[in-house]
């Protein structure tokens, strides 16, 4: 059955192939009128998968859909358009040109931590190239998951977008039919097994990945202001963000002052009472028992490899809350900082020399970001010219995937390839290679067989 829909897929989107910018233009419109329908649906599911705060909901999985709907919609008609390159002296008389093809069939796999943002801004990025897609939500964001399938049935015909539900043996099924393009989110430990699953038919492959997010602060930063935004990053969506802020590397001289900051700034967000935090509306939860159980090792480990607990440490495996955590004198061997944290806790280390921490970096797999707070030109460049990340941000956390304009993705273990605006229709899209030769073309007899000494006389001239 599910062989069945992928070929209506790739009949429909061969179909579509030749659909101008105006028919694409009206897929998302439909998009976009599902988002707008049906945003308190949204946002009550996302609430009931892990109490996600209604402004969460609002500001960083619709708001963000529609901006990068709107920004293709606008963008469409130019993405589109072949494009001329120049010629060289050898094929004097052709034309050269690049145009954007649809690739077909594409099965987008979302993970949960923004289930409904990363299930449709690669659907966005698709529908603009002009293919069709199957969505294969989260297992582990139940509502939301059946949400998007009740919705997108709706609004889609199944030959161009379809929702299949289901777990790990519903993603291998899956693998097993000719897509065209597989665009995975989630984990580098799933995603290796997303590679090796799909090998046998050889899609076009993205990789959206996590990892651990170094966030640097030396002496020259506004404190009070890293403290604001580097809180908010990291207890955003209670710290299941791919992008938030794995862990905290503070130069020596501000070590403790910047502690004290960090310290008031998570009082003035959540409260500044066990009490009053835990029952916070401005916090979410942990998604499921499985994790809240594996954060709870983490925080264990490395308390016990002596740790000290500044803030928080409170776990409730019922309500699947851990409190927002500050650690300090956290081993670098342990649990917390070997794995990806994907939860409420921040360890913080020491640093004296910025050189210390490239090479820390340069040490681990190649994080998807790397943040810093800093005004001091020497420092910013030396992390951003000697280490490799998918983005470096200065001075702000998260923000710069706002910006459509630049790519999002990661690098080695942090992912393959990228997305958002022009990049995510480039990423769904075949960019074709379109020769039309002209008279001169005549000419190239003089290098076809019989060879003869002439001949290579002329190719050794053409060499230069
Ligand atoms: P996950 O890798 O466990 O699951 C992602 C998807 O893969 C889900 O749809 C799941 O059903 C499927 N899946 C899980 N195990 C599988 C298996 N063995 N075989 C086939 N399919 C399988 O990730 P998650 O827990 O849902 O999400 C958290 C992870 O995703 C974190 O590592 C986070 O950093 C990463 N992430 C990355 C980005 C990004 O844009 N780079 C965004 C969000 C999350």
Not at 146 to 152: E, G, Y
Not at 170 to 197: C, N, W, Y
Not at 201 to 211: A, D, I, V, W
Not at 243 to 272: M, N, R, T, W
Request: with cysteine; glycine share 6%.
């Amino acid at each position: 059955m599910l062989e069945q829909l992928v070929l209506r897929q790739k009949s429909f989107a061969q179909h579509s192939r030749t659909e101008s910018w105006h028919q694409r233009f009206d897929h998302l419109e439909v998009l976009e009128k599902l988002l707008t329908e049906h945003q308190s649906e949204i946002c009550k599911a996302l609430h009931h998968d892990f109490k996600k705060p209604h402004l969460e909901s609002l500001s960083t999985e619709i708001m963000p859909l529609l901006k990068e709907l709107r920004f293709a919609q606008k963008n469409l008609k130019k993405w589109m358009k072949p494009k001329r390159v120049s010629t060289p002296f050898l094929l004097f008389g052709s034309k050269s040109y690049t145009r954007y093809e649809s690739l077909g069939s594409c099965l987008i796999i979302s993970p949960w931590n923004y289930p409904v943002y990363l299930t449709i801004a690669p659907l966005i990025s698709a529908l603009a190239a002009g293919n069709s897609a199957v969505v294969k939500p989260s297992e582990y964001a139940p509502h939301t998951s059946r949400l998007l399938h009740a919705l997108l049935s709706k609004y889609f015909k199944s030959e161009q977008v379809a929702v299949v539900e289901g777990g790990p043996e519903t993603t291998t099924a899956l693998l097993k039919l000719p897509f065209d393009h597989v665009f995975f989110t989630g984990s580098t430990e799933v995603g290796r097994i997303i590679m090796q699953q799909s090998a046998p038919q050889l899609p076009r492959l993205t990789l959206e990945l996590g990892g651990k997010s170094p966030t640097i602060v030396d002496t020259t930063a506004d404190l009070k202001l890293a403290a604001q935004k580097i809180i908010w990053a990291k207890f955003l969506n209670a710290g299941q963000t791919c992008i938030a802020p794995d862990y905290l590397f503070v130069q020596e001289h501000i070590h403790q002052e910047f502690i004290h900051i960090l310290k008031a700034q998570l009082e003035e967000y959540y409260g500044s009472n066990k009490n009053e935090v835990k029952s916070s509306h401005s916090f979410a939860r942990i998604i499921n028992a499985k994790h809240t159980y594996r954060l709870k090792g983490l925080l264990e480990d490395a308390l016990a490899n002596r740790a000290s607990l500044i803030v928080g440490g409170e776990v409730d495996l019922e309500q699947n809350y851990v409190a927002p955590t500050l650690l300090d004198d956290v081993d670098v061997h342990t649990k917390v900082m070997n794995e990806e944290i994907f939860g409420p806790i921040l360890p913080i280390l020491k640093f004296k020399e910025i050189t210390e921490v490239v090479h820390f970096i340069n040490d681990r797999p190649k994080p998807l970001t790397i943040y810093m707070y800093s005004h001091a030109r020497h420092n910013i460049q030396k992390i951003m010219k000697e280490t490799s990340s998918g983005t470096f941000s200065v001075n702000d956390s998260m923000v710069s995937m706002m910006n459509p304009n630049l790519p999002f993705g990661g690098v080695g273990a942090s992912g393959l390839g990228s997305y958002h605006g022009l990049y995510g229709f480039e990423t769904f899209s075949h960019k074709k290679a379109i020769f039309m030769q002209g008279p001169f073309g005549r000419l190239m007899k003089l290098i076809y067989p019989p060879y003869n000494a002439k001949k290579v006389d002329l190719i050794k001239k053409l060499m230069g």
